[in-house]
């Protein structure tokens, strides 16, 4: 089966970190550009970060700027979220999904797939 696992999430308080992990079940992830994505409660989803297949592009929304910071491990076929002081605002159900048929990041979400099913992340005091 071919899918996309987020872990990580998490309750946190405003100011502190978690990290997201995204790992491929049944392919690898070395040919894709890989896309975090979030959506809060009664709102529509946000492109959050995107990263090319090689690692060497990143994309970053610019609510979470200097904030977060996308990584991968192609050896370990997971790509992390770093998320860094957290705001309530930061409060969402996190996915990642894959850039169908590319190696670079899209600025549109329908040329993304294979969602997983999301983390969720709390941020609270």
């Known amino acids: 089966q071919l899918q996309l696992v987020e872990s990580g999430g998490g309750l946190v308080q405003p100011g502190g970190s978690l990290r997201l992990s995204c790992s491929a079940s049944?392919?690898?992830?070395?040919?894709?550009?890989i896309g975090w994505f979030r959506q809060a409660p009664g709102k529509d989803t946000e492109g959050v970060s995107c990263?090319?297949?090689?690692?060497?592009?990143?994309k970053y929304a610019e609510s979470v700027k200097g904030r977060f910071t996308i990584s991968r491990d192609n050896a370990k076929n997971t790509v992390y979220l770093q998320m860094n002081s957290l705001k309530p605002e930061d409060t969402a159900v996190y996915y990642c999904?894959?850039?169908?048929?590319?190696?670079?990041?899209?600025?549109?979400?329908?040329?993304?797939?294979?969602w997983g099913q999301g983390t969720q992340v709390i941020v609270s005091s």
């Open positions: 999904a894959v850039v169908t048929g590319g190696y670079y990041c899209s600025n549109y979400e329908t040329d993304y797939g294979r």
């Open positions: 049944g392919f690898t992830l070395d040919y894709y550009a």
């Open positions: 990263i090319s297949a090689a690692g060497d592009s990143t």
